[in-house]
């Protein structure tokens, strides 16, 4: 059996699962979630617990297997405690801030660059370097950050862009390193 898919998904109380077919949905304190989970794997709930089985040890079986229930339990969690990701920004001038629901962003171009945030997501800007993505589906939060990410991708010799909070960045010794070595 998979490791991850054979493991029980506790459903707390005040969050209520209604399987419909393949299609599982929670709502919770957060909001409502759902998850349409392949044809072929079974999901059963039964006293506050979501199990999931699969037809037989085939590859595809298993690897569906694991990830049904990882869908179920990230769809779980949100619902109950949501998601967060968290950004700094670093270089001289680079800043955000917040400004009618967009994030506005200066990050060493010419122009600002306005990002709306899709339903169900917000973006808080805690001080003018940091970044707060929140939102009840991993996926779409995990997708946000990494968009912003993108945006302006921290560089290896100064290091200045946009990172993940407690991302390390492999720094290069640039130009000087070089000078004294070939005489």
Known sequence: ??????LPVGVPSGVTV????????????????SVNVHPEISVSYEQNILS???????????????LSRALLNNMINGVTKGYEKKLEISGVGFKAESKNGRLVLYVGFSHQIVLIPPPGIT?????????????????AVGQVAAK????KKPEPYKGKGIRYAGEHILRKAGKKAGKGAKK
């Open 18 to 33: 209604t399987i419909d077919g393949n299609k599982v949905t929670a709502k919770g304190q957060k909001g409502q979630l």
């Open 123 to 139: 973006v808080s800007v805690t001080n003018p370097t940091n970044l707060v993505v929140t939102g009840i589906d991993k996926e």
């Open 148 to 151: 912003i990410r993108s945006l």
């Open 1 to 6: 059996m998979s490791r991850i898919g054979k």
């Open 52 to 66: 999931v089985q699969r037809p037989s040890d085939t590859k595809e079986h298993k690897a569906l297997h694991g």
